[in-house]
Nanobody, 125 residues
Framework: QVQLVESGGGLVQAGGSLRLSCAAS????????MGWFRQAPGKEREFVAA????????SYTDSVKGRFTVSRDNAKKTVYLQMNSLKPEDTAVYYC??????????????????WGQGTQVTVSS
């Protein structure tokens, strides 16, 4: 059983940056592909980024390519989402999620086995 805790959200002006962290506990972190999702008010949860177990494969939704970077530190059991050039439309609750052990990360939120509680990101114009 993996527990995930996100941090690093907050209020930032458009064009600014934030770095989200997701700390894992309760299991072997390196066996889990990891994903970041977000959910804005009144909208469905959407895929943002994913990273493979080793960190060698990354994927992003088109709207964040070139602005967001996902990374992980398996020794620290932490996955990160560096968000630059933030836009008001990036405003959402951001969640990290873990796949079941040894499964490749997916873009569909229903494929993930473990979730954090979410952290709010608000980008003002």
């Amino acid at each position: 059983q993996v527990q995930l805790v996100e941090s690093g959200g907050g209020l930032v002006q458009a064009g600014g940056s934030l770095r989200l962290s997701c700390a894992a506990s309760g299991g072997a972190f390196s066996v889990h592909g990891m994903g970041w999702f977000r959910q804005a008010p009144g909208k469905e949860r959407e895929f943002v980024a994913a990273i493979s177990r080793s960190g060698g494969r990354l994927s992003y939704t088109d709207s964040v390519k070139g602005r967001f970077t996902v990374s992980r530190d398996n020794a620290k059991k932490t996955v990160y989402l560096q968000m630059n050039s933030l836009k008001p439309e990036d405003t959402a609750v951001y969640y990290c999620a873990a796949m079941r052990p040894f499964a490749e990360p997916q873009v569909v939120w229903g494929e993930y086995a473990y979730w954090g509680q979410g952290t709010q990101v608000t980008v003002s114009s």
